[in-house]
């Protein structure tokens, strides 16, 4: 077994890793309106922007867990790492928005190798209970704390240096966590493999790649356009597919066993709705800051800083309080701050006042932090320890999963209303998305309260009993 200090180096290099996956989301939906300018792809295209890395990323991100388990964990992850970073070159020197959206699929590949690796390492690394707790905490506080910041580090080098540089910062960090990796990471794999399930992969693609072109496009082409129609019909059908196929494979790519307990299925759902609230909370707030309110990059950068101090702050916190005594009341915060913050916006104008709107950011990353912390250790804990890749995998989709939606349906709902420039019909049109994401914090209250319970601890555990008797993260 590795020592406390050799433990707590492999949980900062994975950290590492989460920390430029997450900084790169929320750096760019910042520099949106500096990359319309320069290269034109309207507002769908926009959406793209964010949603291609996304859906790619939620996509693989269970193959990726896997691969790990099949391959070696660090092979994966250093492989993962170097895609990211020529992903995050090629983004820096794309001629067009189409080759834009291109180069950011390359980048989800990269990262689709990062987190559930990482994950699964953090899991085989911190066998005692507690202290796997606390390091899970704190891997979920830097998640948080990466896509907080992600807008104030995306605002400064638009301004300073032009939108490409956001994708600049991730090579230095991508070689140093490359160089650590080999250094301090020892080789794992699982005692038992899973076995690659091709069709299952290509189900999960074709269900969010196909939902999330219906959401997107639909505003434009019209909702009941052939296309959106096969679109959504082609995401019915996937879904059907992953319910009748996996339960009948033994190693499906989504075990859907794992759903049996409470705590986990609980999990995934806030996961979503968290995601999906901050997604959308992000998009509308970059469009509002500077489309409406004409505020620069860094400017808008700066606005938001009260919400990434708050998630920096609170997210440690959050950590510990799961290892100490559990998910339930930062559950049942994160999920009142959220839907108070989206409520605080529903009503905003072009000349609402700072004060109001900072007040907003404030109770939204206080919500914001506490979420990332109890929701991993939620996903994860029960889970047999050979299967941590896959569940940490299907935690870590969740949430691109609800980034990808609450950008594609914020977006949809705002600019379908929207007759004519930006500046003008903005506020008004995203009112109704605006109290969509205060029901996401609705969603995050109730099942934090319900997966918190005695009852559904039991869940948890006939779960992980069911799924492999021997071998059980307590």
Not at 317 to 342: N, T
Request: hydrophobic content about 55%; proline content about 5%.
């Amino acid at each position: 077994m590795e020592s406390k200090a050799s433990r707590v180096g492999i949980l900062l290099v994975c950290c590492l890793s989460l920390f430029i996956v997450g900084l790169d989301v929320t750096a760019v939906n910042i520099a949106l309106p500096s990359i319309g300018r320069d290269l034109h792809p309207g507002i769908s295209g926009l959406q793209w922007t964010v949603d291609a890395y996304t859906v790619v990323l939620a996509s693989l991100l269970m193959f990726g867990g896997s691969t790990g388990d099949r391959f070696g964990r660090r092979r994966t992850f250093v492989t993962g790492l170097g895609v990211f970073a020529a992903g995050s070159l090629l983004c820096s020197v794309a001629p067009s928005a189409g080759l834009l959206v291109a180069f950011r699929v390359v980048q989800a590949v990269g990262a689709s190798m990062l987190n559930p690796v990482a994950m699964s390492i953090i899991a085989n690394t911190f066998t005692d209970p507690r202290e796997r707790a606390q390091a899970v905490g704190v891997w979920g506080a830097v998640f948080g704390i990466s896509m907080a910041l992600g807008p104030v580090v995306g605002g400064t080098l638009v301004s300073a240096v032009g939108w490409r540089s956001i994708f600049w910062v991730n090579l230095p960090v991508a070689l140093a966590a490359i160089v650590l990796t080999l250094r301090f990471i020892p080789e794992s794999r699982a005692p038992r493999p899973r076995r690659f399930d091709p069709v299952g992969q290509l189900l999960v693609i074709v269900l969010l790649a196909a939902s999330t072109f219906g959401i997107i496009e639909a505003p434009g082409r019209g909702w009941s356009s052939p296309v959106i129609v096969a679109a959504f019909a082609a995401a019915a059908a996937a879904l059907a597919g992953l319910l009748l196929y996996e339960p009948r494979r033994r190693d499906p790519l989504v075990d859907l066993r794992f759903f049996r307990s409470t705590p986990f299925a609980a999990a995934i759902v806030i996961s979503v709705a968290a995601f999906a609230a901050f997604g959308g909370f992000l998009f509308l707030n970059t469009l509002y800051l500077q489309q409406v309110r004409e505020l620069s990059a860094v400017q808008a950068g700066l606005v938001t800083v009260p919400m990434a101090l708050m998630t920096v702050v609170v997210s440690p916190l959050s950590g510990r309080i799961v290892g100490r005594h559990g998910a339930r009341l930062p559950l049942a915060v994160a999920g009142v701050c959220i839907l108070l913050g989206c409520a605080m916006l529903a009503g905003i104008e072009a000349a609402t006042p700072l004060p109001h709107l900072i007040a907003a950011y404030v109770v939204f990353g206080l919500g914001f932090g506490c979420v990332n912390a109890p929701i991993t250790n939620t996903a994860v804990s029960g889970m047999p320890r050979a299967q941590a890749g896959v569940a940490a995998a299907i935690a870590s989709t969740s949430r691109q999963i609800g980034l990808t939606l609450g950008v594609a349906i914020v977006g949809a709902v705002a600019t379908s209303r929207v007759d004519g420039p930006l500046r003008a019909g903005l506020t008004a049109a995203s009112r109704p998305a605006w109290w969509t994401l205060t029901a996401c914090g609705a969603v995050v209250l109730v099942l934090g309260l319900l997966a918190t319970t005695g009852r559904a601890r039991d869940s948890a555990r006939r779960t992980a009993a069911e799924l492999d008797p021997e071998a059980v993260l307590a």
